[in-house]
């Protein structure tokens, strides 16, 4: 069973171009969140969507960032016109059905993204 | 406003010794707190988990305590090896009508030396 995958892993764009993040989940997890992480900062949550669903948007900026996870495909996190303070990891955890103790998000690699 | 307050920042212990790290928080309503290792370069994974009823959790030569009047937990890391640097976050979740969120600290890097 693989873990979360997420691609690209590094992503350099300069500033104007639009990044986009793919996040794909563990098998069997319909739950997919979205963190941001500065260097020295810890993680910031971003989203939560569950499948065709955003649940929760309240760390994710209004302008520029969207999110989306469609019934088939990968989650998708995307940023218009990238500025340098948008360099960081992002980094997209998921988490199957709310059934078992403790409800743990499994976290992927990251993908990094830096914006010259 | 929900915040996760580590301790210290960073830390430099000899391979084979001890360590504890420390986390303080005020998250409401708590649901449960967790502590992650993340490596360079990659995910945190979680170590352990503990509801508010759990005072202890072990993992191998990880233990985790809480204390759940005082909002404030331990790691405690046995008998380091080399492959134990990394940077520790205490993580506590809360639980709203229906899921829960994630409060990061910013983590402890420790670094294990020969």
């Known amino acids: 069973n693989a873990g979360v995958m997420q691609n690209p892993r590094h992503l350099v764009r300069r500033r104007g171009q639009e990044a986009r993040l793919r996040c794909s989940p563990m098998?069997?997890?319909?739950?997919v969140y979205w963190y941001r992480q500065l260097p020295e900062e810890g993680l910031k949550f971003m989203v939560y969507l569950q499948k065709e669903n955003i649940i929760d948007e309240s760390g994710m900026p209004k302008e520029r960032f969207s999110a989306e996870f469609p019934k088939e495909g990968p989650s998708i996190l995307r940023i218009q016109q990238v500025v340098r303070g948008d360099s960081a990891a992002y980094f997209c955890a998921s988490k199957g059905l709310a059934v078992f103790k403790g409800n743990t998000q499994y976290f992927g690699p990251g993908t990094r993204l830096t914006v010259l | 406003k929900n915040q996760v307050e580590q301790s210290p920042q960073s830390l430099i212990i000899l391979e084979g010794k001890n360590c504890t790290l420390q986390c303080n928080y005020t998250v409401s309503p708590f649901s449960n707190l967790r502590w992650y290792k993340q490596d360079t370069g990659r995910g945190p994974v979680s170590l352990t988990i503990?509801?508010?009823?759990?005072n202890t959790k072990s993992n191998g030569r990880y233990t985790a305590t809480l204390d759940a009047d005082t909002k404030q937990s331990s790691l405690h890391i046995t008998a380091s090896q080399l492959s134990d640097s990394a940077s520790y976050i205490c993580v506590v979740s809360a639980r709203h009508s229906g899921y829960s969120t994630l409060t990061f600290g910013k983590g402890t890097m420790l670094l294990v030396s020969p």
């Open positions: 098998k069997g997890h319909s739950h």
């Open positions: 503990m509801t508010f009823s759990e």
